[in-house]
C-alpha cells in the first residue's frame, strides 16, 4: 500500500534551518508530482511547494520563495524539503501529499516544525 512518511521536524530558533524527508513505498515515486502542504495552529491548509517527477520542474508559494528548497531523489524514493531562515509563522505541521488527478490522493502523517526562541 502507498506509504509517505515524513521525518526531520523539530523545535527550531528563528532564522535557523531544518531538512525535512518524506520517504515514499508502494508506488513509484519516480511517475509522481509531489508536494509539501503544511498547517498552522488553528489555520486551514495551505500549500507550500511542489516538484515535478523528474526534478527539473519546482514551484513555491510566495511566503517560502528564496528560503525553502524543495528536492527528490527518485533513486532512494525520497522528497526533501530545505527549510532556511525559519521564521515564527512557519510554524505548522508539514505533510507530504502525493498528486493525482486534480488533487491529493494520499498523506503522509506529518512532521511538525517549531519555529520559536
Known amino acids: 500500500q502507498v506509504q509517505l512518511v515524513e521525518s526531520g521536524g523539530g523545535l527550531v530558533q528563528p532564522g535557523g534551518s531544518l531538512r525535512l524527508s518524506c520517504a515514499a513505498s508502494?508506488?513509484?515515486?519516480?511517475?509522481?508530482?509531489m508536494s509539501w502542504v503544511r498547517q498552522a495552529p488553528g489555520k486551514g491548509l495551505e500549500w507550500v511547494s511542489s516538484?515535478?517527477?523528474?526534478?527539473?520542474?519546482?514551484y513555491y508559494a510566495d511566503f517560502v520563495k528564496g528560503r525553502f528548497t524543495i528536492s527528490r531523489d527518485n533513486a532512494k524514493n525520497t522528497l526533501y524539503l530545505q527549510m532556511n531562515s525559519l521564521k515564527s509563522e512557519d510554524t505548522a505541521v508539514y505533510y507530504c501529499?502525493?498528486?493525482?488527478?486534480?488533487?491529493?490522493?494520499?498523506w503522509g502523517q506529518g512532521t511538525q516544525v517549531t519555529v520559536s526562541s
Open positions: 508502494g508506488f513509484t515515486f519516480s511517475a509522481y508530482y
Open positions: 516538484i515535478y517527477s523528474g526534478g527539473k520542474n519546482t
Open positions: 501529499v502525493r498528486k493525482e488527478g486534480g488533487g491529493y490522493d494520499y
